[in-house]
């Protein structure tokens, strides 16, 4: 059996790992319209500035905007619309549990699509870096990039 290539990413949020630190990450579906796959799958999308925020039994995606399809015309989709996220009854009550905890968030890390194609999502449960925290991981991977080069 031979191993198969990573997901396919659509769109990915690059300043997660920076600015936050990653405790645990979920895959959550999406409910999205035509238009909006079709724009995602030309990677049309961005995850910048966006959140997860857990209501009542459901999960929305926030501020995430996915462009307009180019062919749309007059069926388009509204670009920051609120996106729900599908997840099992005892997943979105460890994410309310985990949010209610002080300095916790969730963010999306990425859209992707899975092996059947169908766009999932893929959110984390998160802390803020302070700044000092930002400054020695950049210190680490300058670090790590200097001794592959010494290396090679």
């Given amino acids: 059996m031979s191993k198969t290539a990573p997901h396919p990413e659509l769109v990915s949020n690059r300043r997660a790992t920076y600015d936050y630190e990653i405790l645990e990450t979920f895959e959550a579906g999406i409910i999205l319209l035509g238009s909006e796959i079709k724009s995602l799958r030309n990677h049309g999308g961005s ?3 966006s959140y997860v925020d857990v209501r009542k039994q459901e999960i929305l995606l926030l501020h ?15 670009e920051r619309r609120p996106r729900k996220l599908l997840l099992h009854k005892r997943e ?4 309310r549990r985990l949010i209610q905890e002080k300095g916790l968030t969730v963010i999306p890390l990425s859209i992707f699509l899975s092996k059947k194609g169908i ?7 998160a802390k803020g870096k302070k700044s000092y925290d930002k400054r020695a991981a950049l210190k680490e991977k300058d670090d790590r990039r200097s001794i592959r080069a010494l290396d090679e």
């Fill in 47 to 49: 995850l910048q500035d």
């Fill in 64 to 78: 995430s905007s996915i462009a307009p399809y180019s062919h749309g015309g007059v069926f388009n989709h509204e």
């Fill in 92 to 95: 979105i009550e460890k994410l």
């Fill in 119 to 125: 766009a999932k999502v893929r959110i984390a449960v």
